[in-house]
């Protein structure tokens, strides 16, 4: 432990906090982090969280799940303009002109969306329950699937239920090509290679197995390879060595690249939580009606995810 992340922990215990980091936080804040995982397991430790502070380090939805499931907490964010471009393809006063020309559409939201877009759903989904959700909709309703258009598209393939598709994606994961995935397949072969469901369909259709960050995890660990090709963002490589320190992870390349850095993410750091502990802030405040009205249909996708 270096001494800053010492005098975040110290900080932590002092005023009652609990870090909940994702997947794709740099190695620092994992190793102080209460707990690390995918949207699923965050939004469910989030909710369960007894603490006075949660300081979330991932993206600005995260944060905006953590308070909608948990008004009574400060929750904080090291950095407000962490956001997501899957959340920011989906714009609320759009979503809502689309219900207007279609009354009976069915809203299936990705979780990466704003607390407004919520707001305006039947029902959220994460990458690690998208398909046991699809299965809770009444057959007769058409679905709308916002606003990545890549995780919606391999719900359809999973389980057949077709649905219209918003056109938003994650410019990260898009960056993945056929081409690239070829090539390092060919440079190490016979290894499998694991994607994440918002890459491309020609990604998707090379990967052994696609699968949501946490998922991932027990899937390496469960098969019989040494080592695994990763299509994510870079930080899940160092939730994946430390959960698995005797596999080895190639990270995927891009096109460009072997470096799959989420901007958005990669805003946090140990310095900006370390300031936002101690001055607690920024923090994120929503508006009770927009959270009550967000909050229906995450809890109705908590509830669903349990049975
Ligand atoms: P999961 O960790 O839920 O698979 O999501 C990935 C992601 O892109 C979060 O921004
Ligand atoms: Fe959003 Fe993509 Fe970054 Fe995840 S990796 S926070 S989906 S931009």
Redesign the pocket.
Known sequence: MSPLQEQILALKKQKNAVILA???QVKEIQEIADYV????GLSYQAQASQADIILFC??HF?AETAKIVNPGKKVLLPDMEAG?S?ADSCDAGELAAYKALHPNIYVMAY??CTAEVKALSDVIV???NAERMVRHVPPDREILFVPDQNLGEWVTERTGRKMRLWQGN?Y??IEFTHASLTKIRSEHPNIPLVA?P?CTRAVRMLADEVC???KMISYCRDHPSHSFIIA??SGMLNRLRKELPDKEFIPGPTDRCACAD?RY?KMNTLEKVYDALRDEKPELIMAPELREKALVPLQRMLDWSRN
Do not use: A, Q
């Open positions: 994702h997947n794709y995982g995918d949207s699923l991932g993206v995260m997501c899957l979780i990466n994460t990458s690690g994650c990260v994961h994440h918002e949501s960050t946490e994510t963002e989420c993410m």
